[in-house]
């Protein structure tokens, strides 16, 4: 196969790699506090949170990158990273419809048409450029129900009160390197807010895109839900296809009062690089959930994006019956590493969580599971069940499973259950002796695997998933 | 409708086909009879396309196509099915979905419309009570769990969902009892057509106490060294194949 098609070939698989032309504000490469200042004060923030950023950033400077994930990769420059870059407003935006045409290209590109007569469902999204949000839906109607809802720089204008009493009450700031130097440079994302006792009338949705050349992408986003309240959120990405990697180290708080139920769902699909393994992101996340009683937390993810993956959505099960779940599908394909998990963090009585976790290795891919369940002394009764599948497509790819169990209460009860497993030529063949592609097959086969974690999606996320799914795995096998 | 001239295959070194011929018309059942290790499974396997069987010499004209030329998939969107003699499992891939996929990338190979997931059930429902079965088998993983004779209903089932024009059955009877035996024998004539034909391959002359064969064939060291009728089966079952089955000279016998 000549050059260009096998290029043209690579390419198809990410449909998701263009780059839109809008003018940026940016700040030059480089960190030091004089590019913090700079953030804070292009966003006009309080005092407080400068305070925050540079205390943050002062603790940053004297931690060490982690390396004890199953991922390797060369050390990263972080001078040579630009910390800020912002689409240049050409106004002050009145509504949603005056949003700059190239960037609304850019999202109706994406699937994601910002103007809320063109949206089918019953979603509300709050779209994210090069860490900054343009613009957010459906707020109005949001607004009704006393449910707020946008950009963490608008909330820090008009609800400072609630920034500064939760902002790094889940994830301190300087809880490990990467959410340190989130603390320190994060330069927006998305808040919500659900009032005591408010079901949220409809699913929020942040959508990030990655754009500028160079830029670490930092955004930081903050769940409160207050006492016996329900909101559902999902939350998907794309990046260009460049040939260096570029860094995302994002930082997600949840709250659950007492009582409340939040339900965190994550499409990732951040440009992997190519089959070689050059370019892709660098997806250094830290998502974190405190429940308080009876409050439940569930995450789940879908990963089949980023070059790597170093990810843990967890919860820590403060109050008595609160309950966690995690449900992640992780696939690594080419030369992808995905190192990601869970934490689970029983302190309360009673307190329950479940784990179901999915890798998919391929190619070169390297893909591990890395859990913690912890029973802490005062968790009476507490339960927990763990269940890692990983499934393996071809001889080049791994898997790898690291549990962490510690148990310091007699009467918790901790299962876990691990199986690997291979796509089987005989599989294959009894699909395609019934009419069926060896790709769709193959999509097939790893969707079933996946259906567990996949049926805890919202409906329209599901589709999608599965077909990013079958779409990442094009070429794997044969 | 098939017909398979000289054909020798291998798998790996070793060769299993010795120059096999066969020619079955559109309208009949063959039986293919013989005793282990006598090829039967290695020739359904080579008229499915399974990767890892070699042909080495010989042809086989489907429908006027040639058949070994055409991957897996096309040889079932030509109307090939095989009913496997261990069908696998698909965990979490619910049967129904799997089914009404496989039907429609066969009609779309064929350039004909898709079935939508209501009319789909509809056909679902009524090929269900061919094989005495409520819906919960449908909604259950692809053979997940499934018992021995389940597995191979389930095949019988597909079938009937996917109307094949030749529908070579490998071992779909061994290790049924005799409530699943006639259930499989129902699916089979109740496809029965002018149109259709079967390749039943099999160990016993009981399965076709239910399904009159047209002919019968015995099958051994790779080739078919004997034809007849149906009273060739019944033959069979009184002698046993020690009469057929040449002394073990020649390929496939230790040096």
């Known amino acids: 196969m000549s050059q260009d098609a096998l290029r043209e070939l690579t390419e198809q698989k990410y449909k998701y790699g263009f780059v839109t032309d809008v003018e940026a504000d940016q700040a030059p490469p480089g960190l030091n506090e004089e590019i913090i200042r700079l ?22 400077l004297t931690m060490e990158e982690p390396r004890w994930a199953y991922v390797h990769y060369r050390p990263i420059d972080y001078q040579s990273i630009v910390y800020y870059s912002a689409p240049r407003p050409k106004k002050q935006l009145g509504s949603i419809d005056e949003v700059d045409p190239e960037l609304r290209k850019a999202f109706e590109k994406l699937g994601i048409p910002l103007a809320e007569q063109q949206r089918i469902s019953n979603v509300a999204v709050d779209a994210v450029f090069d860490s900054v949000s343009v613009a957010t839906t459906y707020k109005a109607k949001l607004a009704e ?65 990655i754009n500028a050349e160079n830029t670490g992408q930092f955004e930081r986003t903050l769940i409160v839900a207050d006492e016996g309240s329900h909101v559902s959120y999902l939350e998907g990405c794309t990046a260009p296809m460049r040939d260096e990697n570029q860094l995302h ?7 659950a009062l007492p009582g409340a139920e ?30 308080m009683e009876r409050a439940k937390v569930s995450w789940t993810q879908v990963e089949t994006g980023s070059a790597i993956t170093w990810k843990y959505p967890s919860c820590i099960l403060q109050g008595d019956d609160s309950v966690g779940e995690f449900y992640s599908v992780a696939l690594a394909n080419n030369r992808q590493q995905a190192d990601t998990g869970t934490k689970m963090i029983h302190v309360g009585k009673r307190t329950r969580s479940t784990i179901v976790s999915k890798g998919i290795s391929a190619g070169h891919g390297q893909n591990a599971y890395r859990g913690l369940v912890r029973i802490g002394k005062n968790a009476t009764g507490a339960r927990n069940y763990s269940q890692c599948d990983s499934l393996l497509i071809g001889d080049q790819c ?15 009860k901790v299962e876990h259950e691990a199986t690997t497993s291979r796509i089987a030529e005989d599989q294959l063949f009894y699909c395609r002796q019934r009419g069926l592609s060896q790709e769709d097959a193959v999509s097939m086969i790893v969707n079933g695997f996946a259906r567990q974690v996949l049926k805890e999606l919202p409906m329209e996320f599901a589709v999608e998933a599965q077909k990013l799914l079958g779409m990442s795995l094009e070429g794997s096998v044969g | 409708m098939l017909r398979i001239q000289n054909l020798k295959a291998r798998i790996g ?49 489907y429908l006027g196509q040639d058949l070994l030329a055409l991957a897996p998939e096309k040889r079932a969107a030509a109307g090939l099915f095989l009913g496997f003699q261990y069908p696998v499992e698909i965990p979490g891939v619910a049967n129904l979905y799997f089914l009404r996929t496989a039907l429609n990338a066969m009609r779309r190979a064929r350039g004909e419309e898709e079935v939508d997931a209501m009319d789909f059930l509809a056909i679902a429902k009524e090929k269900l009570k061919l094989v005495k079965w409520d819906q919960s088998f449908v909604q259950r993983g692809v053979n997940e769990g499934f018992s021995g004779g389940e597995k191979k209903k389930n095949e019988i089932l597909q079938m009937a969902v996917l109307e094949p ?16 035996l006639r259930v499989v024998a129902d699916g089979v004539n109740a496809l029965r057509a002018p149109d259709r034909a079967f390749l039943l391959v099999t160990h016993y002359q009981r399965l076709l106490d239910y399904v009159k064969p047209d002919r019968v064939h015995v099958m051994a060291a790779g080739k078919i060294v004997k034809s007849g009728g149906p009273e060739l089966a019944l033959e069979l079952e009184k002698t046993g194949y020690a009469g057929w089955v040449p002394e073990r000279h020649g390929a496939g016998a230790r040096p």
């Open chain 2, 165 to 180: 024009k030749l529908s070579i059955l490998d071992e779909i009877d061994s290790g049924l009892d005799i409530d699943a």
């Open chain 1, 145 to 209: 129900k006393g449910v707020i809802f946008g950009s963490f720089s608008e909330a820090v204008q008009h609800h400072p009160e609630l920034i500064e009493r939760f902002l790094g009450s889940v994830v301190p700031a300087g809880d490990n390197f990467f959410a340190a130097l989130n603390s320190a440079v994060f330069s927006d994302g998305s808040f919500a807010y659900i009032p005591k006792g408010v079901r949220c009338p409809m699913e929020l949705s942040t959508y990030f895109r």
């Open chain 1, 39 to 60: 953030i804070s004060r292009k966003k006009g923030e309080p005092q407080f949170l400068l305070d925050w950023r540079l205390k943050a950033y002062k603790h940053w």
């Open chain 2, 13 to 61: 070194e070793k060769e299993i086909l010795h120059g096999l011929d066969l020619t079955v018309n559109a309208g009949e059942v063959h039986a293919i009879m013989g005793p282990n290790g006598s090829g039967k499974s290695t020739l359904a396997s080579v008229l499915a396309g399974r990767e890892n069987v070699e042909v080495t010499a010989g042809s086989v004209t």
């Open chain 1, 398 to 412: 791994g898997a790898h499973t690291f549990p962490y169990i510690e148990v310091k209460n007699p009467t918790a």
């Open chain 1, 262 to 291: 939040i339900k965190y769902s994550t499409v990732q699909n951040w440009y992997p690089g190519d089959a070689e393994g050059r370019g892709g992101i660098f997806n250094f996340v830290t998502k974190r959930a405190k429940a």
């Open chain 1, 249 to 255: 180290a994002a930082v997600v708080e949840l709250v």
